[in-house]
């Protein structure tokens, strides 16, 4: 319905929307569509459409949207081109925003089909590209709509300027890089800084024909880091979760593995103006004061920074402060096992990978946690059985990237809300449960304004961090991209970062 900005943190353009309608209060949103908008196969957006949209995503969708869209009470379709959203709350001012994002399905299509289990049938979509083929599991072609109804749209011109855009899927990454160097394909975006320093070399970068970039971008980086899942009885106790976060040694893993490339993560907001520094101070104290009594006295008395070794403090340190840590929480060394004192039961833990390339993190980490007589196995499954085991929170440890957006709102819910902690496929990986989470999650939503918004989520995060739901990684302000030089790009780059629906070929 509406189109984003990718300078602006929280703006929205017509795009199916010609319009959008919105009293003082917000307690309604109204969007007018444009009577040109049409799906792929010329038939005409309605408001019809809309409405489908909403209930088949709510109900048959992924868990994501029943969320996001949790505040809707009502919908009523005005007339063909005109469909009225109710809201429960009037004080979420982001939710007319929000449903703009909503993608549009169209009814006639899905009708008839199975959603849920939609196979390999080839959508019918609005936009301007559709999908030309596909070879499942390896590649898809999308070809550019000649007659793109919205061409003309102030929010379209000089964007999507390739006829086709073809993504080849491989297996192995090596492979794929030396496929590019031939190329095989002309853009690729590393995320490997071993990569990053030592593989973009060759006849191809000597000549120019391929270029190689770090672009600065000043999008949220959110959170990267090892998770735990506290569904599991090893990592109930909070304090076994912070010893733990002691054995990770970022600085030699920087240093030695990341060529120095990286950044230590210490927010759920990272490189922004939402993340959570110092101690509370001002509104977000006057925030924190009301849950004085259900915080940790460390909310209020220390400023989270994840351990690490340097500035004279040494890995040896570290293990002390875990061990210290770990016989707090009821452990002890018997015969060079970690065992609770208690039960018996052994510290022992799986790390579930799907990148054979975080080997080389993980086991360094499991390295150290073994000289506390910590047990760690490490197991590499496929893709698709990662995700299945994530969705279903089946494991003790993953690695995994929390995004976040400029503009937090609804989302959350998904993230750190009790209601989600046990709903598979939710993204409350860590099972967050705490009815303080709870009411800062909907203080974010109800936000009035920017200002109290980034106040509310420094509280936010200043609880999950006390929490030590996840070990921080680390993270990068730069897009490092290489491209073969037939590829432009505009002079000036996104807030977000590169965007490649701005770019062009000179072939």
Known sequence: LLESSAD?????????????????????????????ARFQDGE???????????????????????????????????NSHRIRFDFAQTNNRELPLILGQMPVLPEHFWQDREFESSGLTIPV??????????????????QRVDDYWAKDLGVRKGRFNFDTISYEYYND?????????????????????????????????ESGDIEKEAIEHHRPTGMQGFIFNPRKPVFQDPLVREALAYGFDFQWANQNLFFGQYTRTSSYFENS??????????????????YRDQLSPDVFTEAYVPPDTGNGVSLRDNLRTAMKLLTEAGYQIK?????????????????????????RVVLPFKQNLGKLGIDVSVRLVDSNQYVQRVRSFDFDMITQVLPQSDSPGNE??????????????????????????????????????REELVRRVHALDRVLLNGHYVIPHWHLRKDRVAYWNHLKRPANTPKNGIDLNNWWSER
């Open 173 to 205: 990454d090596t492979v794929a890089l030396e496929a590019f160097k031939a190329g095989n394909f002309h853009f690729r975006q590393e995320t490997s800084a071993k990569n990053w320093a030592t593989a973009y070399t060759g006849r191809q970068f």
């Open 335 to 359: 015969n060079g096992k970690m065992v609770h004192q208690e039960t018996g039961k052994p510290l022992a833990f799986e790390i579930l990978l799907f990148q054979k390339s975080f080997e």
């Open 412 to 449: 959350q819910r998904d993230y750190w809300h009790s209601s989600n902690a046990d709903v598979p496929g939710s993204r409350n990986f860590m099972g967050v449960s705490d009815p303080v989470i709870d009411e800062l999650v909907n203080m974010v939503i109800q936000a009035p304004d």
């Open 273 to 290: 103006d939402l993340a959570s520094s110092g101690l509370p101070e001002g509104r977000e104290l006057e925030i924190l004061e009301a």
């Open 44 to 78: 005409p957006i309605t408001a019809e459409d809309v409405e489908f949209s909403y209930r088949i995503l709510t109900t048959e969708g992924h868990p994501f949207y029943r969320n996001y869209y949790a505040d809707v009470d009502k919908v009523t379709i005005e």
């Open 8 to 36: 602006e943190p929280f703006s929205e353009y017509g795009l199916i929307a010609e319009s959008v309608e919105v009293p003082e209060d917000r307690s309604f949103v109204i969007f007018n569509l444009n009577k040109e």
């Open 125 to 142: 979509g609005s936009g301007p590209y559709r999908i030309a083929s596909f070879d499942a599991g390896r590649s898809v072609t999308y």
